[in-house]
């Protein structure tokens, strides 16, 4: 494909995204439990899954555009440089 590419940026972004909800979410169970609130309500695996989905997106766009960058970077330009404008 022309603009999506698997690599190591890809899974890291992919797992970003995932740890991220369930960090924040256990954040803000504890926070609740702490002020005596109600916990968050949203559906859990749901919205993991979702953000699973959107992260496998974003990390498969970035890891094109990495892929892409990677000559420009060998060359020694400046890293800004070869990853807005390579290709």
Do not use: N
Request: hydrophobic share 50%.
């Amino acid at each position: 494909m022309q603009y999506f590419s698997i690599g190591l940026v890809f899974v890291t972004i992919a797992a970003l995204f995932p740890t991220g909800y369930v960090i924040g979410r256990k954040v803000r169970v504890f926070g609740s439990w702490l002020l005596g609130t109600e916990p968050p309500k949203e559906k859990f695996w749901p919205m993991l899954i979702i953000l699973l989905v959107f992260g496998l997106v974003v990390g498969g766009l970035a890891q094109k555009q990495w892929d892409t960058a990677q000559p420009c970077l060998a060359k020694g330009h400046p890293p800004a440089f070869c990853t807005l404008f390579a290709g």
